[in-house]
């Protein structure tokens, strides 16, 4: 009996965090930039049951501030209160049938949900890496997943499927592993980091390391640089809705007050929830590991991989099925640069469907609940199984 | 002879910034929430020659981080490498022509470069008010410069012209006394700041308020903030450009270097180009008077005045003639917010002309040089002064 097998209560997943950890001594994973990690632990969650042929996995790859918890309910979450970030997408009968696919979901190397990250102990130091981490690439972390598949001993992913940075994810695999992917779908993502999107990366790293707090990242014997890091998520949240999101959802109500305070505090809705949004993700995430991801997505570039020099990597390899989809009014990965893509993939001669959805969430609206995605997605899965 | 006779050299004017002063003891000035402020000083500069019926003046009223220094150079400035920064605009013969029209540009209050803000001494305590510098709002603003107008003998404005929150301040001019204002003109700006614009403010006020030098705004003994002053201006600094713009003008471009850095650091021109003009800013501006202007930015709305009660506001007064400029890549300022205004205006039976101009500068497109804009500032102004 494989200990990826899934139990359902109900029409709901419940799930556990499982850890995988390779390159232990002597070995080291070798990154991008050439530098020695190890040993690394990748934590994971799967859902569903794998086929007796293992063909039916679906690999998911979380955005920049997600981890594995993508569906269902931890066990001991019994008043079933923080379901997986994508649990409308991922489940029974859902866009994602966990009772037709087995699907795996890690935690992305140099975070801080499990897996090894700056905020892991350095072997060499016995104390939290903090700078002393390597800087990983997208490639580094697609890396890391291919060893838990290959762990799990799956030779071929039915699909591998993610937004935003996940969807870089979901193209570095195309190019890194293509006899491994049946298909790949790319959610609200880019071939290359913007100017604009580097930008606001780089107003939140500013955030983080304007933070005494911060000490050049040498923090975790002392007070972490929260007041930076929510400075930091409140500009990321801002880039994740839109002009029209906002308007709906805040317009310029009050909050709790019938007329301007004249202070410099909190007068608008929208400002409170910012707070509340900073504030929160302090709890959970580390201000290093915001560092590393932001600039792994902001090297990412499959157009020109190394800025200047590099070559432009192409799509040619493999058989992999494409699903491009994008979001009307996502301003951070616009549409027009998922036909970018969409192209791309045509001038090597790939297979590939696109969609744009018409939503007025921004770059978030890949996270909400949607019957147009998951019934796109149920639909692409379907067709990629019965091609088999 | 009256003090605003500019003298040009050649083609450029020379220009010198001038004060005046009001609500000095026993007066106060009583601000929009009923605070009391005095006495006030209004830094100002002026450009060409008052006419001899006095009824040619215009009135720039600068954006956000603006000063009275619109045009031309400094006595001091020998080697002229400071222009004015509507010096495109502003000028012999250019689309707010000196030649023909007396200008006239003023600090605003509650900013720091010259005219009376937070940084300004407290007559009560002898030391600078910090936060206990009553909140000022866009009304506010332009009550101070009506002052300076009646101070300057002028009883009617040829126009009253501004972009981003000088728009805002056109707009209020125009309600606030709309029989001394025959033509406006209101660039890149809206009738009311959106939950998005609200939300860019809100993260540039936390960046400031969560440098511990802030300290309350208490703050001009010591080290001011100026690593939070950074990171707020950074914050402003991307929403006032484009993603078309960035990827015209820095792209993916690496700065100073053949590959990555991977490291935390600079990598990319971008974030050189943002961390260059936060540093610059904190050199010029005053953390505190941030806070307030963007405040009395977010306060401004003349849809519904204050937040969940208060009435609408109507242009039915006056006989002012209305020109809107929109850009088509201002995602600070849509052009849908510029129509709105116009709608209002319509609605209102003014007479007013809308265009928005084809840019891809963003919202900073309204400070660049721009033959259209000329073209349409010298024709709009032209016919306002005929119709006297």
């Not at 790859?61 to 209160?81: I, K, N």
């Not at 379901?83 to 489940?91: I, K, L, Q, R, Y």
């Not at 090297?299 to 020109?304: H, K, S």
């Amino acid at each position: 009996m494989h200990p990826e097998r899934q139990e359902d209560k109900g029409t709901e997943l419940i799930t556990e965090k499982r850890f995988f950890t390779f390159a232990e001594p002597p070995e080291k994973m070798v990154l991008e930039n050439g530098a020695e990690l190890g040993p690394v632990t990748i934590a994971y969650e799967t859902y569903g049951t794998l086929s007796p042929r293992r063909d039916n996995a679906v690999l998911i790859a979380h955005a920049f501030s997600g981890d594995s918890h993508a569906a269902g309910y931890y066990t001991d979450d019994t008043a079933r209160q923080k379901p997986g970030w994508w649990n409308s997408v991922v489940g029974p009968g859902k866009g994602i049938d966990t009772d037709k696919h087995f699907v795996i979901c890690s935690n992305m190397l140099g975070s801080c949900m499990g897996s090894t990250g700056p905020s892991s102990i350095n072997p060499e130091t016995g104390k939290p890496y903090g700078l002393d981490f390597p800087m990983v690439t997208i490639g580094d972390i697609v890396a890391a997943q291919k060893r838990l598949i290959d762990h799990l001993n799956i030779s071929k992913l039915l699909s591998v499927v993610g937004g935003s940075v996940g969807g870089m994810q979901v193209l570095e695999w195309c190019l890194r592993y293509p006899q491994m992917v049946r298909s790949a779908v790319a959610l609200a993502t880019t071939m290359r980091h913007s100017a604009m999107a580097i930008a606001f990366n780089e107003v939140a790293r500013q955030a983080i390391m304007a933070d005494p707090n911060w000490n050049r990242g040498d923090y975790y014997h002392a007070n972490p640089p929260t007041t930076g890091l929510a400075v930091a998520r409140m500009v990321g949240h801002v880039t994740y809705l839109s002009d029209e999101a906002m308007r709906r959802k805040f317009g310029r109500r009050l909050q709790d007050r019938a007329d301007f305070s004249y202070e410099v505090g909190v007068d608008f809705e929208v400002e409170s929830y910012l707070r509340h949004q900073g504030s929160k993700f302090t709890r959970r995430f580390d201000a290093n590991s915001l560092l590393y991801i932001t600039k792994a997505a902001d090297y990412f570039d499959l157009t020109n991989n190394r800025g200047q020099g590099g070559e432009s990597r192409s799509f040619t390899a493999g058989k992999t099925k494409y699903l491009v989809i994008s979001y009307s009014s996502d301003w951070l990965y616009p549409t027009y640069q998922s036909r970018e893509l969409v192209q791309a993939l045509k001038r090597a001669g790939r297979d590939v469907s696109f969609c744009e959805i018409e939503a007025d969430a921004g770059h978030d609206a890949f996270l909400l609940p949607d019957e147009r995605l998951r019934n796109i997605l149920r639909g692409f899965l379907d067709g990629v199984a019965e091609k088999h």
